[in-house]
Nanobody, 114 residues
Framework: VQLQASGGGLVQPGGSLRLSCAAS????????LGWYRQGPGTQRELVAT???????NYAESVKGRFTISRDNAKNTLYLQMNSLKPEDTAVYYC?????????WGQGTLVTVSS
């Protein structure tokens, strides 16, 4: 599976962005999916996940602001980010995994600054 993340950019505090992760090679419907991020000088951390059945899980820091979704027909994963804060600044990575398989996208930079 090849994953291509896009949608990052510069946004002011309180603004919104929508990240996309397009897959090729195999159907994403077979995989649990997630978004992770790595800020300056920090370790990569989980942002949100969605299972093959559509159950979602969020980091406490983004609950109520971010929404993860998947469109299996388009073979794409999304992350809608609202009410962005400067501490959300990071490189965001998409991930697809199942037993004995784990794939990462190349990352897309999100910068929240006035």
């Amino acid at each position: 599976v090849q994953l291509q993340a896009s949608g990052g950019g510069l946004v002011q505090p309180g603004g919104s962005l929508r990240l996309s992760c397009a897959a090729s090679g195999r159907s994403l419907s077979l995989y649990a999916l997630g978004w992770y991020r790595q800020g300056p000088g920090t370790q990569r951390e989980l942002v949100a996940t969605v299972t093959t059945s559509g159950s979602t899980n969020y980091a406490e820091s983004v609950k109520g602001r971010f929404t993860i979704s998947r469109d299996n027909a388009k073979n794409t994963l999304y992350l809608q980010m609202n009410s962005l804060k400067p501490e959300d600044t990071a490189v965001y990575y998409c991930n697809a995994w199942r037993v004995s398989a784990n794939y990462w996208g190349q990352g897309t930079l999100v910068t929240v600054s006035s």
